[in-house]
């Protein structure tokens, strides 16, 4: 392979993990798109209702209310179900005549990868099979709370339903983390079951980090990191909205190794490594430090840890 050939490959592949992000953005929109109506509908049965004054009316209108989110849970399955296939149909085209083609590798794909990847967990919301019963049930504990207090203490739902805001926020931003997630990672993950089958056709791998001020340090420490074997890759996502990938490599590509973080944290302007770092970090940096001594063990090393350790002793 020459420098061209190989270079020409790092492209291709960033410009596949720059499509996941754009897709990862598609799949939060649809997803919050279900949220929303779903809370919207519920909304109206408690303005419907206005006041909770029995306990049968409780259980009525909780009723009510478990038939609408028993129904987003329905989409969503449905969504992801709809979304895996199509998944599968690009990353087989992806693989076949793009990886495939460039490397010489004929991948085989296991009969039941679709099944495998809805058990495959992708963020803290857990599989794809799980994730609209996960969603659907953290909704559900907001409106019973809501549903039970009026009836307890007798207050009109349109004056309780603003008190819930906070609630109803913190789930609308765990959504969009877990499903930004899910979305980047259901491409990563198919690859990897891929890769996984194929093991033996491929000579290494190499763990790739999106590059921009959004990095988090753990991922920076791994960028670059090759791998024999695919059971020594790190699994991913390794947190919420990551947006590593890897990439399959050959030996005749150590040209055209992708930029590192480092490589590219030394080209941004002083501000924006402050920025990046923070300020006792960055004054680490300034010192000397590495940026990959800033995590251990895979881990960021805490701020306190780093002040405690290089920084009491001069003071």
């Not at 399955?77 to 690009?90: G, M, V």
């Not at 679709?114 to 495959?120: A, D, E, G």
């Amino acid at each position: 392979m020459t420098k061209e050939e190989a270079e020409e490959y790092i492209n291709g592949v960033i410009e596949h993990a720059i499509s996941l992000v754009e897709y990862s953005n598609y799949f939060v929109s649809a997803v919050k798109g279900f949220a929303d109506g779903t809370k919207e509908e519920c909304d109206q049965i408690l303005l419907k209702y206005n006041k909770c004054t029995t306990k049968g009316q409780e259980k009525e209108i909780e009723k009510e209310i478990q038939n609408v989110l028993d129904n987003f849970e329905l989409k969503m399955e449905e969504f992801l179900a709809a979304q895996i296939k199509e998944i599968a149909d690009d990353e087989n085209e992806y693989l076949k005549n793009f990886i495939g083609n460039t490397l010489g590798i004929t991948f085989a794909v296991p009969l039941k990868i679709i099944s495998m990847l809805m058990l495959v967990p992708m963020a803290s919301a857990g599989t794809p099979q799980d994730f609209g019963k996960y969603n659907s049930e953290k909704l559900g504990r907001i409106y019973k709370s809501i549903i039970s207090r009026g009836y307890t203490f007798g207050n009109d739902f349109n004056e309780l339903l603003p008190e819930y805001k906070s609630q109803f926020n913190a789930f609308d931003n765990g959504l969009t983390s877990d499903s930004e997630t899910m979305g980047y990672s259901l491409s990563n993950e198919y690859d990897r079951i891929i890769y996984t089958k194929n093991n033996k056709q491929i000579s290494g791998y190499i763990w790739n980090a999106m590059l921009d001020g959004n990095t988090c340090l753990e991922c920076a420490a791994l960028s670059g990191t090759k791998y024999e074997k695919i059971e020594d890759v790190p699994y991913f996502p390794r947190h919420n909205r990551d947006r590593c990938w890897v990439t399959p490599y050959s030996e005749d590509m150590e040209d055209a190794i992708p930029e590192s973080y480092e490589e590219w944290f030394e080209k941004q302007d002083k501000s924006e490594k402050r920025k990046i770092l923070g300020k006792t970090r960055f004054q680490l940096y300034e010192q000397g430090m590495k940026i990959k001594k800033f995590v251990n063990n895979g881990e960021i090393t805490p701020v306190k840890d780093l002040k405690n350790k290089y920084f009491n002793k001069s003071n």
